[in-house]
T-cell receptor, first 115, second 115 residues
Framework: AQKITQTQPGMFVQEKEAVTLDCTYD???????LFWYKQPSSGEMIFLIY??????QNATEGRYSLNFQKARKSANLVISASQLGDSAMYFC????????????FGKGTKLSVKP | EAQVTQNPRYLITVTGKKLTVTCSQN?????MSWYRQDPGLGLRQIYY???????DKGDVPEGYKVSRKEKRNFPLILESPSPNQTSLYFC??????????????FGEGSRLTVL
């Protein structure tokens, strides 16, 4: 069964610094998607970034980038120039070609940005 | 405004009393799905639907039913709720089929308590 592991329950980062949130996945399917979401303390879920397994380049969306290392099965989220508003829970998720609608989530990392 | 609307947002009910959580999206999305979020467990997928009249089980479907009679609506039905279904529920939709189904618009969540 597919599995997503986020090993950092909580992290702190200084405002304006970059931070990397770890995510590893476990699938034998060659075709899969990787996703990151943000959940602020207000509770809503916000999609941040997508990486496909066949994408040659790392995905970027503004201050977010996904450090995709296929051989290591890792899909780390990098947030550059952290802002106070980045304090939130962050979830990594994946689906795979055999069941594209079935999305598996990690348990999340709580990021706290210090002023 | 593009949105996914869930109702009710908050509900306290008793064991065995059937309830339905409605979900409606106004973006003409093909894909819709339901998740539950419990502390320390991240999000877990309950059911998903790739299109009208097509539904599939996620990872925790026991005790839930869904239907997709129209593209915009995807209600979650708890036929006989039990206390272990106390949770925060999210409905979500995606413009994409295929691997990008995880690029999701989420509803605001429905907090359900079963006594």
């Amino acid at each position: 069964a597919q599995k997503i592991t986020q090993t950092q329950p909580g992290m702190f980062v200084q405002e304006k610094e970059a931070v990397t949130l770890d995510c590893t996945y476990d699938t034998s399917d060659p075709s899969y998607g990787l996703f990151w979401y943000k959940q602020p303390s207000s509770g809503e879920m916000i999609f941040l970034i997508y990486q496909g397994s066949y994408d040659q380049q790392n995905a970027t969306e503004g201050r977010y980038s996904l450090n995709f290392q296929k051989a290591r099965k890792s899909a780390n989220l990098v947030i550059s120039a952290s802002q106070l508003g980045d304090s939130a829970m962050y979830f990594c998720a994946s689906n795979y070609g055999g069941s594209q609608g079935n999305l598996i989530f990690g348990k999340g990392t709580k990021l706290s940005v210090k002023p | 405004e593009a949105q996914v609307t869930q109702n009710p947002r908050y509900l306290i009910t008793v064991t065995g009393k059937k309830l339905t959580v409605t979900c409606s999206q106004n973006m003409n999305h093909e894909y819709m799905s339901w998740y539950r979020q419990d502390p320390g467990l991240g999000l877990r997928q309950i059911y998903y639907s790739m299109n009208v009249e097509v539904t599939d089980k996620g990872d925790v479907p026991e005790g839930y039913k869904v239907s997709r009679k129209e593209k915009r609506n995807f209600p979650l039905i708890l036929e006989s709720p039990s206390p272990n279904q106390t949770s925060l529920y999210f409905c979500a939709s995606s413009l994409y089929a295929g691997l990008r189904t995880g690029e999701l618009f989420f509803g605001e969540g429905s907090r359900l308590t079963v006594l």
